[in-house]
């Protein structure tokens, strides 16, 4: 007998499971993450009270100028990112990571935690971490 998988179904439960233990208070809010097939998200939410306090996504109309920032600069490439640096999606990740970043220090948010939204931390959730740690964020 074969079994149909529910893939979203399952990384919904697994994201409740982390969120039992993950809130964002005041003082440190919560840094979600939605992936998508082909677009990144990231919120920074205040739990407490119920609100965004900044959001950003790869569909951003920042993010064209801020990846042609990040491809100008020769960089040295973290560890984590080493044989997957070429792919775009990838690389939209960390630059959705440092743009968020820069917003939130914009409202005074230096730290965080990190929601992985029931993703693995892995490619483009490990990248837009890498990203927003870049831009300043403590988690």
């Known amino acids: 007998m074969i079994k149909k998988q529910y ?3 399952a990384r919904l439960r697994r994201h409740q499971r ?4 993950v809130a964002g208070s005041t003082a440190r809010p919560r840094l979600s993450v939605f992936r998508s097939g082909n677009q990144i998200y990231a919120q920074v ?9 900044v959001a950003a996504s790869s569909r951003d109309s920042e993010l064209a100028e801020a990846l ?19 792919n775009r999606r990838v690389q939209e990740a960390r630059a959705v990571g440092q743009l968020v970043a820069k917003r939130a220090k914009a409202l005074g948010i230096e730290q965080v935690v990190f929601d992985r939204g029931g993703y693995i931390y892995h490619g483009r959730v490990a990248a837009l971490a890498l990203g927003a740690r870049e831009g300043g964020l403590d988690f």
């Open 7 to 9: 893939a979203n179904q």
């Open 18 to 21: 982390v969120r039992k233990k």
């Open 45 to 53: 939410i205040d739990d407490v009270q119920h609100r965004t306090l």
């Open 68 to 86: 042609k920032a990040a491809s100008g600069s020769s960089e040295e490439v973290p560890e984590s990112l080493k044989g997957i640096v070429t």
